[in-house]
């Protein structure tokens, strides 16, 4: 019941600053639009390059997204709340991390569609590109939590947070891309989809302990 | 011997044990690198394929690896430094980034400087360079974020939870890179087995390497100097130094 | 560890010694409060009253020294001392897009062993009856502060910090405060509190601990 009363939390604020939530999705829109306008719409070229665009772009979106993970927490006060807690501070940031990627990361997944309508990809490989983002979001937003964690306190965390995540992420672009790319040409995906799972089992069991200690350090000053 | 290694993580102790054994490993260092390379540069003979230009491998070959191990090194130490408290092991981190990050840089250099005769271009995006690109970005990530709070306390603490996220990272970055380069059939790996290697070359690659991880072990503790001064500068033993100098 | 035996409700502090970058905000400091004692913590702006209290709390870090609470040591960081304890910050931990009823919903949920059922009672204590269903974003600073206090009424819990807990607060707010102070002192609690202001818990004994004094 706790854990349902936290997770209302989180999804009622994200309703009510429902307009806040778009950013990410109007950056990614914007940042895969910009690819045929800066190459050539040729469609032959489009659909080659869509697997890797529309993943790039789904990647920078979600660490654009990571900043209202805490900072909002930090600087009313509620942060120290959760740390404070006799709560286990790795299941409140479990839960955390969850909602917002529903609230993020999810709607991402489902507008790749959209995007990749944009890019003439395949629709016969749009359920992998799909299962790829479904995959890879949740991992990509648990490494930017990791970075928001430990930049919550700075002042230009922002700029810092891609800097710090994006080395960790390749793993995760290189499999998803894989995968859609593979199914664009029929070629089978078992094999990225797969790492891509048990990357996303491994992140979620792993990064909830690096987060929260990322948090009490930054709460210490 | 275990009393000894504790008091070695004293800070005073620590520092006046690194200004004896730096000079030493340094001067030893400089000796076995120059023969290291005389025996790579004029004994060992061109390489039936490559010519002369092989020979960069010299340099790039020992500095990957000790790009690599530096970073694991700075790992070890963040979770020492975190789970023991030890501020000598957060120093030792924030010590060796730079310097790995240098030798990365070198590696990444030599590597380029070593596919223009070869392949024709300065870069190639195989499993190994790009492997070596995105640990640079890592060891940077790192320096920034040590640098970025004003507390250096928090910073090193902060860098120390980066640093072992992206030591368990890295495994699984150089397969998936290895992975995707066999996807897209990049160029052949760029540096042969070693069983093909002769005595004549892997000989003074093995010194090489040592001479490098003297130098390495050399800079260290200078460097570590440096990072323990400016952490203790408000002690006792840290103004008696200043005053007897 | 002698967890069977019950442990009296003491905070003691023992040759603290907590530094904030360059600056020793205080050096072997020590003391003890009791069931029914209140301490102040002194001192000028940036003395270091905050950042004394959050290590108090466990959020902030001493540099030597122990802190400890029934005989526990705070770096064990355990569970059982963040279920006896409620802390009011500078900041209220009270979240604007949310009502005052929500935010004690939340509160709630992050306790140990919170009381059930009287969200209404609570909020009518603190004067937030009204005004319960708006959210925090919408009310004065002087209500949003309310709904923080509110927050130390959820759970009965034996230590209560404060940092500058009169700010933004009018005379009925101070009335109110001091009210409480009192009736947890009375149940065998312990108050720390970091203010300017004097505040008059009579007939409480407030010790003091003054920061930034040159000892």
């Known amino acids: 019941m706790r854990l349902t009363a936290l997770i209302g939390r989180d999804l009622r604020l994200a309703y009510r600053r429902r307009g806040e939530l778009a950013t990410p999705v109007i950056f990614f829109v914007i940042v895969t639009a910009l690819f045929p306008l800066a190459l050539n719409p040729d469609p032959a070229l489009l659909r080659t ?37 006799p709560m286990t501070l790795e299941w409140i940031v479990i839960l955390r991390v969850f909602t917002h990627w529903l609230v993020t990361g999810l709607p991402l997944v489902i507008l790749s569609l959209l995007m990749a309508l944009l890019l003439d990809f395949p629709t016969h490989a749009l359920g992998t590109l799909v ?84 948090l009490r350090i930054s709460l210490e000053s | 011997m275990f009393v000894w290694f504790h008091k070695l993580a004293s800070p005073p102790f620590f520092y006046r044990f690194a200004e004896k054994l730096a000079p030493w490993l340094g001067w030893l260092s400089l000796l076995v690198i120059l023969a290291g390379l005389y025996g790579g540069l004029w004994l060992s003979p061109p390489d039936y394929q490559q010519g002369d230009g092989f020979r960069i491998i010299y340099v790039h ?43 990365t840089l070198l590696a990444l250099v030599t590597g380029s400087l070593w596919g223009k005769p070869m392949w024709g271009t300065y870069w190639v995006w195989d499993a190994r360079l790009t492997s070596e690109l995105i640990l640079l970005f890592l060891y940077l990530g790192y320096i920034a974020l040590n640098h970025a709070f004003e507390d250096r306390r928090t910073g090193d603490r902060a860098s120390a939870i980066l640093a072992i996220v992206g030591a368990v990272n890295v495994p699984i970055i150089h397969f998936s890179v290895t992975w995707w380069n066999t996807l897209h059939q990049g160029p052949t790996v760029f540096f042969g087995p070693k069983a093909e290697m002769p005595p004549s070359m892997y000989i003074p690659l093995f010194i090489m390497m040592f001479g490098f991880m003297l130098f390495f072990a050399a800079f260290m503790l200078k460097r570590l100097q440096v990072e323990v001064l400016q952490r203790e500068r408000n002690t006792a033993w840290v103004r008696e130094l200043v005053e007897q100098s | ?31 003890r409060v009791s069931t029914g004692e209140a301490l102040q913590v002194q001192g000028q702006n940036g003395a270091g009253k905050t950042t004394l209290i959050r290590v108090l709390t466990g959020l902030g870090r001493a540099d030597e020294g122990d802190v ?67 959210p925090c974003g ?16 959820l759970a009965n819990v034996r230590l209560w910090f404060l940092d500058e807990p009169l700010a933004s607060l009018d005379v009925a707010g101070v009335t109110l405060l001091t009210g409480m102070l009192k009736t947890h002192l009375t149940g065998g609690g312990i108050v720390v509190f970091a203010t300017h202001q004097t505040m008059d818990l009579a007939p409480y004994p407030v010790k003091t601990v003054m920061l930034g004094a040159r000892a």
């Open chain 1, 49 to 85: 390059l869509a697997p890797g665009v529309i993943w790039v772009a789904a990647l920078l979106a979600v660490l654009i997204g990571q900043d209202s993970l805490f900072k909002t927490d930090y600087e009313d006060g509620s942060l120290e709340l959760m740390l404070l807690s």
């Open chain 1, 131 to 214: 299962m790829s983002l479904f995959l890879g979001t949740p991992i990509l937003s648990c490494l930017g939590a990791v970075g928001a964690s430990l930049t919550v306190g700075l002042r230009r965390g922002l700029m810092l947070l891609p800097i710090l995540v994006l080395p960790l992420t390749v793993p995760v672009l290189i499999f998803g891309a894989a995968a859609a790319g593979r199914a664009a040409v029929g070629d089978p995906v078992a094999a990225p989809l797969y790492f891509l799972g048990a990357m996303l089992m491994l992140s979620v069991t792993l990064a909830p302990f690096a987060i929260a200690a990322g």
């Open chain 2, 61 to 103: 070959v020992p500095s990957a690896w000790i790009s690599m191990f530096a970073y694991m090194l700075m790992a070890a130490a963040a979770a020492i430094g975190l789970i023991w408290r030890m501020k000598l092991a957060h120093a030792v981190s924030a010590a060796a980034a730079p310097l790995g990050a240098s030798f």
């Open chain 3, 1 to 31: 560890m002698i967890e069977s035996m019950e442990q009296p409700d003491v905070l003691s502090v023992s040759n603290l010694s907590v530094w904030r970058g360059e600056r020793c905000l205080c050096r072997n400091l020590s003391f």
């Open chain 3, 68 to 134: 400890r609470w029934r005989g526990e040591s705070l770096r064990r960081n355990s569970e059982q001392y963040r279920a006896s304890l409620s802390y009011l910050g500078h900041s209220n931990g009270v979240k604007l897009g949310l009502s005052p009823r929500e935010n004690l919903a939340v509160a709630s949920a992050l306790l140990a062993k919170p009381i059930a059922n009287n969200v209404d009672m609570i909020l009518d204590k603190v004067g937030l009856s009204a005004h319960a269903e708006l």
């Open chain 3, 138 to 153: 919408m009310l004065s600073m002087g209500q949003r502060r309310r709904t923080a206090l509110a927050r130390l009424l």
